[in-house]
């Protein structure tokens, strides 16, 4: 079982549709947690950092559930733009290796149709 | 925008070349990262470093080498390379406290 699960989709929906992608991550020490956007053949950018209260910027929402250990991302009123890939970024204790480090989950792809 | 920077962007190499990918930041930041990306595949990590002169292996076994001697400066080298060595290498650097990753735009290898 991976450390960082992500459904890799593709999610197609049209245009101003609303899409939530989940995350799920093995260790219950997890310590930080982030959304990544990925467009083709270009590197991560940072979407947004996700806070144990949730938080929102503009038409993305991101939250926690560190009880079922599972991150959010939900982004309303899709544009065009929006189509790529979305990683799930987990800073958290392996249970593999016995250390710290950022795992990336294999992402998410999202297309929005016209 | 982050300040990473990575060289080549791409390279088209014969079989059995020694290579070496540049990455620099200006940041200062400690903790410095090489993944592999092949296209439409995850990212893999291959190499990290938490500091002058410290280098681990990742979780994906490479037969590349790194060296970190300055704190801005984290290259990868690979002393032979081979057609299974074609993929894309992305640097990156962390921001203490937040955690937050900042990536180079990626060196593209082809080797023939």
């Known amino acids: 079982r991976k450390e960082v699960e992500q459904d890799p989709g593709p999610f197609n929906v049209p245009e101003g549709a609303t899409v939530a992608f989940n995350c799920t991550y093995s260790?219950?020490?997890?310590?930080?947690f982030f959304w990544y956007r990925q467009d083709c053949r270009k590197e991560p950018k940072l979407l947004m950092s996700?806070?144990?209260s949730g938080n929102e910027d503009g038409r993305f929402t991101a939250q926690l559930n560190r009880a079922s250990q599972y991150i959010s991302l939900l982004i309303r009123d899709s544009k065009l733009s929006d189509s790529a890939t979305y990683l799930c970024v987990v800073n958290l204790l392996s249970m593999d290796t016995g250390r710290r480090a950022l795992t990336f989950g294999s992402g998410t792809r999202l297309q929005v149709q016209p | 925008e982050a300040d990473i920077y990575q060289t080549p962007r791409y390279l088209v190499i014969g079989t059995g070349k020694k290579i070496t990918l540049e990455c620099s930041q200006t940041m200062g930041h400690d903790k410095m990262y090489w993944y592999q990306q092949d296209p439409g595949m995850e990212l893999h990590l291959i190499h990290y470093s938490y500091g002058v002169n410290s280098t681990e292996k990742g979780d994906l076994s490479s037969e590349s080498t790194v060296s970190r001697i300055r704190t801005e400066h984290f290259p990868l080298t690979l002393e032979s390379a081979r057609p299974s060595h074609t993929s894309q290498y992305l640097c990156a650097s962390t921001k203490p406290v937040t955690g937050e990753l900042f990536f180079g735009e990626g060196s593209r290898l082809t080797v023939l």
């Open positions: 996700v806070y144990s």
């Open positions: 260790n219950s020490a997890s310590q930080s």
